[in-house]
């Protein structure tokens, strides 16, 4: 909730989200917004006749004017945005997928696989996208030639255009739908994120967390998914939110030079090329084929690269705001009250006294006791004094860590079993507090 509130007090972050739900709420209601017709082909809806090659001025049937071949401006941008939010997401989910997978795996492995599935990821970050465009399209339009098919790119206005002379099989479908750009991106879009995640694996799969959850029997995979990754993939994340903007930004880029693509706003800008300067040399004669289309793309980038940045701040381990410094352990994220009952006993009445919460552990009286409880093996007494702690919020982390070498030493106690699962609990690890309430059912 700190996070969240610091998030929620720059100014920045309202304007990124702003931003944001403005172009979501655009994709969601376009069908609202600018209903298609018999004359849509995609996001492009002609107005007009389409030999007539001027750009004409805003109108009561085009709102925002036409561009050449009167495609209606406001009906591309509306839907435009639609396509935008679904390829950018896209690609920002699949490399942020594909990214986090392949770095906790090789950080989790270690030696020889780390080495080798970094390497790999470093010869993809030397490998040029432009060339992976060009390289992955051809090899579609290959496959699909030989294949039977026909494929090439019309007009702008048409876009893709594939055609079989007979029923195609079911690779060639998969291939006249998918989009090379998308793929593209997504094969050339992990590797930052798979090296991000890959060092925060290798820095917390050592911690006293994940080797609790080995010593209680979970598998790799397990650990992986439940607990390094939720613990790892933060700063990931930041980096997901601004792949979706530069992805949109860089598919309209490779649509307007003429490397295929079929970004709508791209489009537009490509079609209204030879508009952008009218007559007389007056830069906003003819304004509406170019500022509405890089508008958007200028505001969709800023929008989530805004929200990005806020992410990274309210995620950064340390983040002070009006003299309120927040602190995030890698290890552990906050929890909700977790009801449970101590150990009492008629000596309980010594914990009752008030310890300040940001009590160095050392200089906790409380924490001592239990420490020299448990070492002396009267662990009775040592959990009533962890159970205050933990109730009270004061060194959940230490005593976490206290409880996880006392249940190595003693399996056998029930007891012990039931105060790790409320430190866990209480830590937010709520997979390892199953797992620990589970071995204390077992023994009771």
């Known amino acids: 909730m700190r996070a969240l509130r610091f998030f929620l007090s720059r100014w920045q972050n309202w304007l990124g989200l702003v931003i944001i739900l403005a172009f979501a709420m655009t994709a969601l209601t376009a069908p609202l917004l600018s209903p298609p017709n018999k004359t849509t082909q995609g996001a492009f809806k002609k107005v007009g006749r389409q030999t007539d090659k001027t750009p004409h001025p805003p109108s009561e049937i085009a709102p925002l004017g036409t561009l050449p071949g009167q495609i209606d401006v406001y009906h591309a941008l509306v839907w435009g945005a639609r396509e935008a939010m679904q390829f950018g997401l896209l690609v920002a989910l699949g490399a942020f997928i594909f990214g986090s997978l392949f770095g906790a795996i090789a950080g989790y492995s270690g030696g020889m696989i780390n080495n080798l599935m970094m390497r790999i990821a470093d010869a993809f970050l030397t490998f040029p996208v432009l060339a992976g465009v060009v390289f992955l399209?051809?090899?579609?339009?290959?496959?699909?030639?030989?294949?039977?098919?026909?494929?090439?790119?019309?007009?702008?206005?048409?876009?893709?255009?594939?055609?079989?002379?007979?029923?195609?099989?079911?690779?060639?479908?998969?291939?006249?739908?998918?989009?090379?750009?998308?793929?593209?991106?997504?094969?050339?879009?992990?590797?930052?994120?798979?090296?991000?995640?890959?060092?925060?694996?290798?820095?917390?799969?050592?911690?006293?967390?994940?080797?609790?959850?080995?010593?209680?029997?979970?598998?790799?995979?397990?650990?992986?998914?439940?607990?390094?990754?939720?613990?790892?993939v933060g700063p990931a994340i930041v980096l997901a939110a601004r792949d979706v903007g530069s992805a949109v930004i860089l598919q309209a880029t490779i649509t307007f030079v003429g490397l295929g693509g079929q970004s709508a706003w791209g489009m537009m800008l490509s079609m209204g090329r030879n508009w952008v300067i009218g007559p007389g040399g007056d830069l906003l004669a003819t304004w509406w084929v170019f500022v509405p289309s890089t508008a958007a793309l200028i505001l969709f980038g800023i929008g989530w690269n805004l929200f990005g940045d806020g992410l990274a701040e309210a995620l950064e381990p340390k983040a002070s705001h009006g003299g309120v410094v927040i602190v995030k352990h890698k290890r552990k994220k906050k929890a909700e009250q977790v009801e449970f009952e101590p150990v009492r006993t008629p000596s309980q009445a010594v914990y009752s006294h008030r310890i300040a919460p940001d009590t160095p552990p050392e200089q906790d009286p409380l924490l001592q006791v239990a420490r020299d409880a448990m070492s002396s093996r009267d662990i009775d007494k040592a959990l009533n004094a962890y159970s205050h702690l933990i109730a009270h919020g004061r060194h959940v982390q230490e005593s976490l860590d206290d409880l996880i070498a006392g249940a190595r030493k003693y399996p056998r106690h029930a007891a012990l079993w039931k105060m790790l699962g409320d430190a866990f609990a209480r830590a937010g690890q709520h997979e390892n507090a199953a797992r620990a309430y589970e071995q204390y059912n077992k023994l009771s």
């Open 137 to 232: 399209q051809q090899i579609v339009a290959v496959t699909i030639e030989s294949m039977g098919g026909i494929y090439w790119f019309n007009n702008d206005y048409l876009g893709k255009v594939v055609d079989f002379q007979f029923t195609p099989p079911p690779f060639a479908v998969f291939l006249m739908k998918v989009d090379p750009i998308l793929i593209c991106l997504i094969l050339f879009s992990w590797m930052p994120i798979a090296r991000l995640v890959n060092t925060m694996v290798i820095t917390i799969k050592n911690m006293d967390f994940i080797q609790a959850a080995r010593a209680l029997g979970g598998n790799p995979l397990w650990i992986i998914v439940r607990h390094i990754l939720p613990n790892s």
